[in-house]
């Protein structure tokens, strides 16, 4: 089996897990428990925990195991759930995992997971939770850009997919170049709460451009109405990418530039790919 492949990551992702004495279930969803999985499919993996602070405090330690964890992007954390996204420098974006930590797997059920997989289970681990989940506080600017980073291998899996989900995509990445274009001419927002501007601030914004600026949204925007959507998405992720670099410098944060490069020669490669096919 090679060794950077999904079903590779599969196995050595539950053999480090299991290995830990709270972990006492291991759960899959997704692609793989409708049985649909393909190249591009990543990893969906819960666990539950009956020490969740312990299993917060050593997962990325854990999973560094296998390969270096080149960056993370949180969706959800509270004291019962941590969901997180994970990128290993070893294997392709694609092969992302997504990864949560509960307490009982009835939690997710009620969230609307589902169906879900049993992949490993420990009778004999004790399941009455201990601990509480610490609240992990990312600034909504990196988590941001992080979540820009991690919605690549989305957008392009539905290229190669034929997946019409690719338009929605764009949409959303296009939205949001024009929120920060918009901040970057009228003021950084710390909130980062807006996915698109409304009607008034286009049209303050599209008047207000310099020429170096209207002409790169003509090119993400052609007003042919003759759009090549790999392209114009490309455009537009390196437009958020440069955004986003400058907004966090403006908020004193620093952006994962390895995590940034990582993304951005996947971007290519892999559009380089559709337009030899």
């Not at 709270?22 to 539950?48: H, K, M, N, T």
């Not at 195991?65 to 994970?86: C, F, K, Q, R």
Request: net charge negative; charged share 25%.
């Amino acid at each position: 089996m090679d060794s950077n492949s999904r079903d590779w990551l599969r196995e050595q992702l539950i053999d480090v897990l299991s290995q830990q004495n709270e972990i006492f279930q291991i759960f899959s969803f997704g692609r793989e428990v409708e049985e649909r999985v393909d190249a591009f499919s990543d990893l969906d993996i819960i666990v539950c925990s009956s020490d969740l602070a312990q299993t917060q405090n050593t997962f990325k330690s854990v999973i560094s195991t296998i390969s270096p964890i080149v960056g993370t992007y949180i969706i959800e954390s509270s004291t019962d759930n941590l969901s997180e996204m994970i990128m290993l420098r070893g294997y392709s974006p694609y092969q992302k995992i997504d990864f949560s930590i509960v307490n009982d797997i009835e939690l997710k059920k009620r969230l609307g997971f589902g169906p879900l997989s049993l992949i490993y289970e420990n009778g004999q681990a004790q399941r009455q939770s201990r601990s509480v989940l610490d609240v992990v506080e990312i600034p909504h600017t990196i988590n941001q850009l992080n979540d820009l980073l991690f919605s690549v291998p989305r957008f392009t899996k539905c290229l190669f997919r034929a997946d019409i989900d690719m338009y929605r995509r764009w949409k959303s990445s296009s939205d949001l170049a024009l929120v920060l274009l918009y901040e970057r001419y009228y003021g950084w927002d710390a909130t980062g709460s807006r996915k698109k501007i409304s009607a008034k601030e286009a049209n303050i914004l599209y008047k207000g451009l310099n020429q170096e600026d209207s002409s790169l949204l003509e090119a993400i925007f052609p007003i042919t109405g003759q759009l090549s959507i790999a392209a114009s998405y490309v455009l537009c992720i390196d437009l958020l990418i440069e955004l986003s670099k400058q907004k966090a410098e403006f908020f004193e944060l620093e952006a994962n530039d390895e995590l940034i490069r990582y993304v951005r020669t996947f971007l290519d490669i892999e559009i380089g790919r559709i337009q030899v096919e």
